[in-house]
């Protein structure tokens, strides 16, 4: 049998020489009596999609805001790019921050401000003292990205849903990230805007060589952009392998996501 399921992940698919990007060891957070995440282990490689599979409530959303810090975990470790997230003081926190492009499940984006000032608003946080040619330079370049080259002095209102969600991910390439995490990046997306995501998540991920989270239970979402899923059942990572491997399997817990 290809997957491996419980404590004994199996990773003999993956070539020894792989960098790693994200090391996650024993990772465990409740809140009060609600144990959300008990013992997960996860690594992510350089230039990999790594779907994490879940029921609603199953902790999916806290285990990505715990990669990136916005929530501290009761204990185990989350190395990024080499450093433990939980133990770095907020400079460090902000430093590493730059390198991880998240996409919230809301988008995230300021109402208020038109798609170049929200694409601003993200780089000067970063570098305070950037030209402004080079400004112009990298939202063009992000927007391009994206395929919304012409949107730059809309306001979001303007945009459908599909649109905000590629204006949120320039918000986010714009500081060119090693690693992306999505949080269900097609879930409220009509079918065909939702493909069009997929799409775009494979070719970042081409262009970039990024290491890549991606929430969701859009099963043709987890087909299309997965290198590998895994499944997030009982704060553990129950079950990981290739979508096929995972749709073949015999366990009840994992045929349902298929059905
Ligand atoms: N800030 C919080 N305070 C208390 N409970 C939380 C908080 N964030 C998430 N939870 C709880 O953790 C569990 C997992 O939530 P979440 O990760 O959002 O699920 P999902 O897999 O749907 O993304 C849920 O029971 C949720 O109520
Ligand atoms: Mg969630």
Redesign the pocket.
């Known amino acids: 049998m290809e997957i491996s399921t419980g404590s004994s992940m199996s990773e003999k698919k993956i070539p020894e020489d792989r960098e790693t990007v994200i090391e996650i060891e024993h990772l465990c957070k409740r809140?009060g009596e609600?144990v959300?995440l008990n013992d997960f282990n996860l690594k992510v490689y350089r230039n990999e999609n790594v779907v994490v599979l879940?029921?609603?409530?199953?902790?999916?959303?806290?285990?990505i805001k715990c990669v990136i810090g916005l929530?501290k975990p009761d204990s185990g470790t989350i190395r990024v790019l080499g450093k433990n997230v939980p133990e770095l003081d907020h400079e460090d926190l902000d430093k590493i921050r730059t390198k991880i492009g998240f996409l919230f499940q809301g988008n995230a984006l300021y109402d208020s401000m038109t798609v170049r000032e929200n694409l601003e608003f993200s780089l000067r946080r970063q570098w305070i003292k950037l030209p402004q040619t080079e400004v112009d330079a990298l939202v063009k370049e992000a927007l391009g990205n994206v395929s919304l080259p012409h949107t730059a002095d809309m306001m979001p209102a303007e945009l459908s849903g599909g649109m905000l969600k590629r204006i949120a991910l320039a918000r986010t390439l714009i500081l060119k990230p090693e690693i992306i995490l999505y949080?269900e990046p097609t879930t409220g997306l009509d079918p065909v805007t939702a493909r069009e995501i997929d799409n775009l998540i494979i070719a970042l991920q081409k262009k970039y060589h990024t290491a890549s989270i991606i929430?969701s239970h859009d099963m043709n979402c987890v087909k299309n952009t997965a290198d590998r899923v895994v499944l997030?059942l009982d704060g553990k990572c129950y079950a990981e392998g290739t979508y096929r491997e995972l749709e073949e399997a015999a366990d009840e817990n994992i045929k349902q996501f298929f059905e």
Do not use: Q
Request: glycine fraction near 18%.
């Open positions: 809140f609600n959300v879940g029921k609603s409530g199953a902790g999916k959303s806290v285990l929530l949080d929430i997030l």
